[in-house]
Structure formats: C-alpha cells, structure tokens
C-alpha cells in the first residue's frame, strides 16, 4: 500500500512539472509572439518587400544546409540523458563537439551556394556570412536539451528571452536611426550569442571547458541520429525550398511577400514542440504500458488538433485585414498566401508529436522516408505552381506535400499505421 501511495506521489509530481515546463515554455513563445510581431513587422515595412526578401533569402538559404549543425540530436540527446544519468557530461560533450562540426560544414556549405548562384553580390554574401555563424553558437544549445530532460525550461527560457528583449529593442533603435539591411542581421547574431553565453554561465564555464570529443559516444550518437539527421535535412529542403525556388523563378520581392505569409503561419509552430518536448519523458517512461501509451499519444494528437484547427479557422478569416493594417498595402499580395498556408499547421503539428513517437517506437527511418517523399512531391509541385500562381502556388504545394508527409504517408506501412489511425480519430473527438 506504501508503495503504491508513492507511486502515485511521484507521478503526480512528475505531471505537476510537466505542467510547469509547458508554463515556461508557453510564456517564453507568447513573449516572442506579442514582442517579436510588432518588431517584425515594424522590421519589414522599414525595409520594403526587396531588402526583407533578400535577408530572407539568406535566411532560407542557411536553414537548407542547417540540419547538419544540428544533426537531428535533439530527441536522441534528450531520450539519452534520461536513460543514461551517470554519464551526462560524457554524452553532451560528444554532442556539443558533434554539433560544432556540424555548424562549421553548414556554414561552408551556404556561402558556397550563395557563390556560384549569387551572380557576385557581396551584400548578399555578407549576410549569409553573418546568419550562418549563428550555427556556431546554437550548438551550445546542448545545454537546452539537458535542461529539457529534467524539465527545467524555465531557466532557458528566462536566458533567451532576456537576450530577446534586449536585441527587440536595439531593432527599433536601428529603426528610429534610419540604419540599413547589415546592421539587422548583425543584431540578430547578437542576440543568439547572447542566449549561448548565458547558458554557457549558467551551466558552468569550467564544466563547458571540460567538454571533450568522445569517439566512441559520437558514433553512437551518430547511428541513432542518422535518420533523423538526413529527415532534418529533408524537413528543412521542403519547408524553405520555396523561398529559395521563389527567389530564383521569380524575384527577391516575391520572396520578402512570401516570407509574411509564412512568418504569420511558422508563427505557432512553438506550440507543438512546446507540448512535445514536455511530454517526450513521460511518453519514454510510459511505452512499457502500450495502451497507455496509446492514450496518452491520442491526447496529445487531440490537444494539438483542435489548436492548429482553431488558428487556422481565425487567421484564414483574417488574413487580408491583418496585413492591410499590420503591412500595408505594399504587402497585401500575401494576404491569400497566408489564407492556404496557415492550414499547414495543422499536419505540421501532428508532424512533431508523430516524429518524436517514431524516435520512442525506434522507427526513426520513417521520420527520413516521409521527409523524402514530401520533398520530392513539393519541388515537383513548386516547378508546376509557381510559374502559374506565383507564391500562392507555393503556398498550395507546400500544404499538400505536408499534408501528405505527416498524416497519409503513415497509411502506408503496417508499422506506422497506428500514427494514421491516432491522427484520425483525434479529430472525431466522440471516439475515446
């Protein structure tokens, strides 16, 4: 009896701080929503649909190539911490220096493209330069996944939103100075140093110091992650593939009116990977017990549904008085963009509960399988759309290849099923 009133002591506490880590995390994401918007958007009238789209270009630019500084470690790294206590800072230096790898390869590799099909603009170089080195100091974000699999966000959250703040408001004195495009970017590299520095502190400057490469915990790494490393890339390919097909079949100002209307639909992308991330421990501890395990996935896929559904009834509704008021008319050319795009949230949120479910089921090769499959559909749908539709076409092919990557491609495999058949009934509500 003892035992079982203990039991339940420790999982009543364990949901208590999942809770809290959701708190945090929500509080950390509404801070960027209410602040980041208004500087964003402030942002982008200052400089016009051609300098906006040109910093976005090199921004989509860079992602394309970043899934190889990240290396898809996130879940892994969290998922071996929780298993592997007594080996902590073993695992996170073979990530760290993982990572650091990862981020110099990311940066050669994006100012290489940005070389050969820049046609020699040095503006556009410098900036892919400066973007790029934020890879650098994201790799000390190691120190976040840590943190994520003890549940202590808060303390994160309190590090990068401090830094956010402080480069929100540099922005709007780099407004009011009447600045250019450089100091924009530099500002932005500002504040992500800034959040590595203070977990940097925070964690322990002799313990970082202590970090070494670890071989033998690299590799094991690496065998785990590969899939997830080569779906990140993919992930990346189709979710900033347009902007760059954008940039090269039309022009940048095409680009800068797509980058509103993908802006306000990524903008409640936090939602998923706040309520994931939180979950992620529970749901590793919980697979021993399949039908609750089950439950707890429904739930999640439910929650995530009815959210993503919500937004997208709202902003669709919306869109054209949001950026008439918030952009002016030089933007409202984004106005129906937004209109297809934000449905994308809906198969983007069932995406990262489905990804992370596949990691605990140890069916990571999935996570790479469906990635390729949407990729290949989107650059295929991209290559007819845009020259029709211009970036509603990109818009349009980005919602059916997601839609296809993160719900009908689990129909497909007897392994995966489950996932499809979650997904579904998530949305009858009537079926427990």
Request: positive net charge.
């Amino acid at each position: 009896m003892t035992r079982k009133i203990a039991f339940a002591q420790v999982k009543k506490l364990f949901a208590h701080n999942i809770i809290k880590n959701i708190s945090w995390l929500f509080l950390d994401k509404v801070c960027r929503l209410g602040v980041g918007l208004i500087v964003s958007v402030w942002v982008a009238k200052y400089l016009g649909p051609h300098d906006f789209g040109k910093w976005n270009y090199s921004i989509a630019v860079v992602a394309l190539v970043s899934a190889f500084s990240t290396l898809g470690l996130d879940q892994i790294l969290v998922k071996k911490l929780i298993e592997n206590k007594d080996q902590e800072e073993i695992l996170i230096g073979a990530a760290f220096y993982l990572r650091i790898t990862g981020a110099i390869t990311s940066i050669l590799l994006s100012l290489a493209y940005i070389t050969i099909f820049s046609d020699g603009e040095s503006q556009l170089f410098i900036i892919t330069l400066l973007t790029s080195s934020t890879l650098i100091f994201q790799s000390f974000d190691v120190i976040d996944l840590k943190l994520q699999s003890i549940l202590k966000s808060k303390v994160s959250v309190l590090i990068k939103n401090s830094a956010f703040l402080i480069c929100a408001a540099l922005k709007v004195l780099v407004i009011l100075n009447q600045c250019n495009l450089i100091y924009f970017v530099i500002i932005s590299v500002i504040e992500i140093a800034l959040g590595a520095f203070g977990l940097i502190i925070q964690y322990g400057v002799f313990k970082v110091i202590s970090w070494r490469p670890n071989v033998t915990f690299a590799k094991q790494l690496l065998k785990e992650c590969w899939p997830l490393i080569l779906s990140g890339i993919i992930i990346m390919l189709y979710m900033r593939i347009d902007q760059v097909m954008i940039g090269k079949m039309l022009d940048e100002k095409s680009v800068g009116l797509y980058s509103v209307s993908v802006k306000f639909s990524e903008l409640w992308y936090f939602i998923p990977t706040v309520f994931v991330s939180s979950f992620f421990p529970k749901l590793i501890k919980l697979k021993s017990d399949e039908t609750g395990y089950r439950k707890l996935c429904l739930k999640i896929f439910r929650i995530l549904f009815f959210i993503s559904f919500g937004i997208g009834l709202t902003i669709a509704l919306l869109a054209h008085d949001m950026i008439l008021i918030l952009y002016g008319n030089l933007f409202i050319a984004s106005a129906f963009a937004l209109k297809i795009s934000i449905w994308t949230s809906i198969f983007v949120f069932w995406g990262v509960a489905a990804a992370n479910m596949l990691v605990i089921d140890g069916l990571n090769k999935h996570n790479l399988y469906k990635s390729v499959h949407g990729v290949i559909l989107n650059i295929a749908l991209n290559f007819i759309l845009i020259p029709r539709f211009g970036i509603n076409g990109a818009a349009i092919a980005t919602l059916i290849s997601q839609a296809y990557a993160s719900y009908f491609y689990y129909l497909l495999k007897k392994e995966t099923r489950y996932i499809f058949f979650l997904q579904t009934r998530s949305i009858l509500f009537f079926l427990k």
